[in-house]
T-cell receptor, first 117, second 116 residues
C-alpha cells in the first residue's frame, strides 16, 4: 500500500484563486519532503525541499511567494499555489524519505493534477 | 551539462521479449544512488530498482535488472519477458551525496510500448 499519500488527486480551480495540495507520510515520520512539478510529456523538476519546522528551500527560478510550502508536522507537508494562473497547470508530486530505511527508501505520492481555468 | 541522460524518447518491444532502457549519468560525487521509476498514464511514480555507487553487484528485482557500468557512468534498465502492462514512461534518476539530501534529479524519460 501507499506510504506517501497526496490529496487531492485532481483539482480544477479558477484563475486567481489559491489551491492547496497535501502530502502525507503514512507509515513514517519525514523531516524532509520534496515537491516536484511535471509538465506534460516532460520530466520531473524539483521545485523545493520542505523541511519540518523550518522554511522550505526553493530551487532557482521557483517563486517562493507563489508556491507556499508548509511542513508543520513530521507527517504532513502542504503546497499552496497562490493566485493560480493557467500556466501553473501541471502535475505536482511529492516525495519523502523514510529515515529508518536505506538510501533507496524514497517514496512518491500519487501526484496531483492541477488545472487552472 | 545534464546530470541524467536518457537518449531514447521512445522504445518498442514485442511482448515476452527483453528490452534495455539506456541511462547515463554525470556526477563528481563518489557517493550516489541511481533509481529507475515507472510512470503509467495515471501519473504515479512506481519505484522499480536502486543501485548504490558502492554496490559491488548489479541490482535485480524480479524482471528488472540494472546493468551498472561505473566506469562508463551508465545504469541501463533491463526488463525481461516484457508484458503489456509494462507500457509506460520510465525515468532514470540520481541522488548525490552519502547523507542529507535525498532530492532526485531525473532524466527526460523513455516511453516504452509493448506490442502484443
Amino acid at each position: 500500500g501507499a506510504v506517501v499519500s497526496q490529496h487531492p488527486s485532481w483539482v480544477i480551480c479558477k484563475s486567481g484563486t489559491s489551491v492547496k495540495i497535501e502530502c502525507r507520510s503514512l507509515d513514517f515520520q519525514a523531516t524532509t519532503m520534496f515537491w516536484y512539478r511535471q509538465f506534460p510529456k516532460q520530466s520531473l523538476m524539483l521545485m523545493a525541499t520542505s523541511n519540518e519546522g523550518s522554511k522550505a528551500t526553493y530551487e532557482q527560478g521557483v517563486e517562493k511567494d507563489k508556491f507556499l510550502i508548509n511542513h508543520a508536522s513530521l507527517t504532513l507537508s502542504t503546497l499552496t499555489v497562490t493566485s493560480a494562473h493557467p500556466e501553473d497547470s501541471s502535475f505536482y508530486i511529492c516525495s519523502a524519505r523514510d529515515p529508518t530505511g536505506s538510501g533507496n527508501t524514497i517514496y512518491f505520492g500519487e501526484g496531483s493534477w492541477l488545472t487552472v481555468v | 551539462a545534464q546530470k541524467i541522460t536518457q537518449t531514447q524518447p521512445g522504445m518498442f518491444v514485442q511482448e515476452k521479449e527483453a528490452v534495455t532502457l539506456d541511462c547515463t549519468y554525470d556526477t563528481s560525487d563518489p557517493s550516489y544512488g541511481l533509481f529507475w521509476y515507472k510512470q503509467p498514464s495515471s501519473g504515479e511514480m512506481i519505484f522499480l530498482i536502486y543501485q548504490g555507487s558502492y554496490d559491488q553487484q548489479n541490482a535485480t528485482e524480479g524482471r528488472y535488472s540494472l546493468n551498472f557500468q561505473k566506469a562508463r557512468k551508465s545504469a541501463n534498465l533491463v526488463i525481461s519477458a516484457s508484458q503489456l502492462g509494462d507500457s509506460a514512461m520510465y525515468f532514470c534518476a540520481m541522488r548525490e551525496g552519502r547523507a542529507g539530501s535525498y532530492q532526485l534529479t531525473f532524466g527526460k524519460g523513455t516511453k516504452l510500448s509493448v506490442i502484443p
